[in-house]
């Protein structure tokens, strides 16, 4: 009888050493790569033109969507990274949805329309790469190394959101102090992302969001207005104080009624 040998390779186990190189990494490829690539191609370090995109956003940022995904492939963490087999109560689909909304409200479509086609699809997919890109390392590999780890699913949301905002300390090499308060808000907008995973089974719907939230609160910056703020951009600020009392309000009926907060790895 011949023994039958799966031809999916095991998966890798990776310490939280290897998670760390990887994030650097990652951050090393966004932030060497954007002035690297801007010498090479004497861009500014602005997004006024769809050159400007073209160079200081699709050639970093798709660079590091193309490493996240050689890395979960490498670890054999395609399943895990993808599909979310613990899911949320049917409720906490008003947080995907609420950030939908405040989305179509803060894009500024006017400001695009000024700006073109070109520029308009150049940004949507600079801003897909974003999302894709953070959500694929934090929502997935991240998400993933601490449960192998035996953390509670509290500390998953936790730890995984803290360490999503923390990395966004390096903006302070071009944002200098304005880093600061930036990471505290990406923090929490980690934690809900974690949520959008967990309501919607996978790693889809909170990468396209968090791609599209991007997309929205640049249309209603500086960057496309003129120097001038956009109303629209209150619809932002909206989104995160909606779903954090959302949340709060129902933070004790978050998990199915089976479920109780135990190590994710048994």
Not at 40 to 56: A, E, K, M, Q, Y
Not at 111 to 121: E, M, N, Q, T
Not at 219 to 237: F, K, W
Request: glycine share 10%.
């Amino acid at each position: 009888m011949t023994e039958q040998v799966s031809a999916d390779p095991a998966p890798r186990r990776l310490s939280y050493v290897g998670f760390a190189i990887i994030v650097v990494a990652y951050l090393a490829i966004i932030q060497l790569g954007g002035r690297v690539a801007q010498a090479v191609f004497d861009s500014g370090d602005g997004f006024t033109t769809t050159r400007d995109v073209l160079v200081n956003m699709w050639i970093p940022l798709g660079a590091a969507v193309v490493f996240t995904y050689a890395v979960i492939a490498w670890l054999g963490w395609g399943r895990p990274v993808l599909r979310e087999e613990r899911r949320l109560r049917q409720w906490t689909w008003a947080v995907p949805i609420i950030l939908a909304v405040c989305i179509l409200l803060a894009i500024n479509y006017a400001g695009l329309a000024d700006k073109g086609i070109g520029f308009v699809l150049a940004l949507l997919v600079a801003t897909q790469f974003v999302g894709w890109g953070e959500e694929g390392m934090f929502r997935g590999v991240g998400v993933t190394i601490l449960r192998e780890h035996g953390l509670t699913e509290g500390k998953v949301a936790l730890w995984s959101s803290i360490v999503f905002g923390s990395v966004h300390l390096t903006n302070a090499l071009g944002s200098g102090g304005q880093a600061v308060p930036q990471a505290i808000v990406v923090t929490f907008a980690g934690y809900f992302f974690y949520l959008i995973r967990r309501a919607s089974g996978g790693n889809a719907l909170n990468s396209v969001l968090h791609g599209l939230f991007d997309f929205s609160l640049i249309s209603c910056t500086a960057i496309v207005v003129d120097q001038e703020l956009y109303l629209g951009a209150i619809a932002g600020i909206l989104a995160y104080v909606i779903i954090a009392i959302l949340v709060i309000i129902g933070r004790k009926r978050l998990e199915p009624a089976a479920a109780t907060d135990v190590p994710s790895r048994s």
